[in-house]
Structure formats: structure tokens, C-alpha cells
């Protein structure tokens, strides 16, 4: 008995030891998000091409769809764009969310890269962003057809992310729209 | 030697002191105006307990990224709007996740990270208590009964009167 005491020690810097290397794998940039299992937050802002119409959650029109942020300041974001065209090509309906950003350069933009938004959101001051708790571009959300947040990316979404965290995920949330 | 030595060395105290004064001149933000100067207290205080999301070391008083700029105006914004910091904190907490605390709430993810300093106090002192009684108990018993019978004494004597052998 006693002399399994001896062992408490080495069993408790096992424990940590296993405990710190698993954590070693962890993006600690990978925050938890708030907004999951939420509704989208509501806005009311400019469209980035029409910018005398309004557009607000009412335009997610009931649809399973991406909402995307970007900049064109956002290098990454460029590094994301063509995989962000073939899932439009796809069908995958996209909304762009251009974040703290110029209309004449973001339109220019998309009009050089291809547009994949039905429609995109203007937010040249980041208010949505802060209602959505964006702390870098790019980020996607995953909103569901009850407009909830369902899933949310920070960082590039390309084939890979796609296939991993998005795709199944997507698919079962147009399925249960359809099933409606 | 010695002479190269020291003016450099005072150089290096020269470079220090001016590094250490222009970082604290740098962490100062943005000037800022309230409609009531007694908000600027809390303003202070709160943006030394939130944390900038992006870089994670550095509360939003100390960071000059795009995204604290923003918190921070944000934060202006709504202690202009008579929040109290609590819902301050909620506001941003409901966007950013717990992680934008410094000092995070106790639930059932930080309950150990809180009580674990209490926790390991005690133990430690319960285990300290333990050593020293046992070791007091040592100490008496040492005192009160003999270590070695006087048969074992006398084979000691006996080994260590000896003649060396040279065995080792």
C-alpha cells in the first residue's frame, strides 16, 4: 500500500504529460465560436453592387447557404476564391459578406476573380462583423433554412475543409429543407 | 576590458530604459472622448480585461490590430450607451465566446482552473503537515527506544574496531 503511494507522483506527471501533448496538436487559434446553434444575426445593410438596395436575413430566403467574409485586403481570401466558384457552380448557394472593405476595389474584384455571391453584403465598418464576432477574414458560416448558424469556419475553406467539416453536414441540412 | 565593458553597459540601460517607456507610450489607444469623463475609468478597465481575439496574448488596451480598434470603439460605444460592464462583457462574450474574458467565469469548463490553486494549497499543506508529524513522530521514537538491541551494538562495535581488510 505504501509503496503504491510512491507511484502518485510519476502517475500524476504521466497525466499531465499526456494531458499537455494532446493539446500540442490544438490550433490555439481555433476559438470557440458563440454563435453555433444560434440565429444569424440581424442586419440591415447596403447591397456591395446595388447600393441603393437593403439587405437583411429576410434575403437568405429560407435557403441552406454559406455565408462568406471577405476583403480585398484579405490575402488568404484569394487563396479561397476559385473553390468558393466551383461550389457555386455546384449549386452551393453563397453569401458574401465584404468586410471593412472599398465598393469600387471589391467590385473590381469579383468582376477580375468571378463572382460566386447571390447576392453580397456591403459592411465597409464591420458592424455585422462585430454582431457576428468576426476577428479575421476569411471566415464561412454554415446557416441552416431556419436561418441558424450551423457551422462556422475561420480560416480558408477549400476542397479539403469542404470535404472534412462542411460537406455531410450540408448535405443533411438541404435534405431536411427538402423533406419540408 | 573592464573600460570597454561599462559604457556599453550603460548603453544597454539607456536602450532598455527607452524600450520600456516607449512600449507603455505605445499601449496607450486611440484618444478617445466621452460625453461624461467618468466613463473613462471603466473604458480603461474594461479594455484591460478583454482579450483581442487575434492576437492572444494581448488584451484589447494593449493591441493595435484592425479588430481591436473596432472593440475598442465598440466598447465606447456602448458605455455611451449607460451599459453597465457586466452587460459589456455580455455583449461581446455572446459574439466572441468566453475566450474575449481575461478573467473567465466560473463554469463547468474553468471550475478547476479556479479551484485548482485553492485546491493545491491545501493539499500541499496537508502533505506538509503529514512530513512533519511523521517526522516528529520519528524524532520520539528515536529518543525513547533504543535503535539496536545490545546484540546488534556489540556486532557493530565488534565490525567497526575491526581491522580494515581492504574487501572494496
Known amino acids: 500500500m505504501n509503496r503504491l503511494t510512491l507511484f502518485i507522483p510519476f502517475a500524476l506527471c504521466l497525466a499531465l504529460g499526456t494531458f499537455l501533448f494532446f493539446s500540442l496538436g490544438k490550433d490555439p487559434l481555433d476559438l470557440p465560436s458563440a454563435l453555433v446553434g444560434e440565429p444569424f444575426p440581424d442586419f440591415a445593410l447596403e447591397e456591395l453592387h446595388q447600393p441603393e438596395r437593403q439587405v437583411s436575413t429576410d434575403d437568405f430566403d429560407s435557403q441552406v447557404l454559406l455565408v462568406n467574409v471577405w476583403a480585398t485586403w484579405c490575402f488568404a481570401c484569394r487563396i479561397e476564391h476559385p473553390w468558393l466558384n466551383s461550389l457555386a457552380k455546384d449549386g452551393v448557394v453563397i453569401v458574401g459578406l465584404n468586410y471593412k472593405d472599398h465598393r469600387k476595389l471589391a467590385q473590381d474584384w469579383l468582376q477580375e476573380r468571378g463572382d460566386p455571391y447571390q447576392f453580397s453584403i456591403f459592411d465597409p465598418r464591420g458592424v455585422l462583423g462585430i454582431d457576428l464576432g468576426v476577428y479575421g477574414a476569411p471566415e464561412t458560416y454554415l446557416v441552416d433554412a431556419e436561418g441558424i448558424v450551423r457551422h462556422r469556419r475561420v480560416g480558408v475553406v477549400d476542397e479539403r475543409v469542404w470535404n472534412e467539416e462542411f460537406r455531410d453536414l450540408y448535405q443533411q441540412l438541404v435534405d431536411e429543407a427538402n423533406a419540408e | ?168
Request: hydrophobic content about 40%; overall charge neutral; proline content about 4%.
Open chain 2, 1 to 168: 576590458m573592464q573600460s570597454s565593458v561599462r559604457p556599453s553597459l550603460g548603453l544597454l540601460k539607456q536602450v532598455g530604459l527607452f524600450l520600456l517607456l516607449s512600449s507603455t507610450a505605445m499601449a496607450v489607444e486611440d484618444v478617445v472622448s466621452f460625453s461624461d469623463e467618468s466613463l473613462r475609468p471603466r473604458y480603461q478597465q474594461l479594455l484591460q480585461e478583454l482579450r483581442c481575439p487575434k492576437c492572444q496574448n494581448q488584451n484589447l488596451a494593449d493591441s493595435n490590430s484592425a479588430i481591436s480598434q473596432d472593440l475598442r470603439a465598440e466598447v465606447q460605444r456602448l458605455l455611451e450607451q449607460d451599459l453597465s460592464d457586466t452587460e459589456i462583457k455580455d455583449y461581446l462574450k455572446n459574439r466572441y465566446s468566453e475566450f474575449i474574458l481575461y478573467r473567465p467565469e466560473v463554469n463547468r469548463a474553468t471550475w478547476f482552473l479556479w479551484a485548482a490553486p485553492v485546491v493545491l494549497v491545501v493539499l500541499g499543506g496537508l502533505i506538509m503537515l503529514r512530513l512533519s508529524r511523521a517526522k516528529k513522530l520519528g524524532d520520539s521514537q528515536e529518543a525513547d527506544i533504543p535503535v539496536r538491541s545490545a546484540d546488534q551494538q556489540q556486532r557493530l562495535d565488534k565490525l567497526l574496531n575491526s581491522p580494515k581488510q581492504g574487501t572494496d
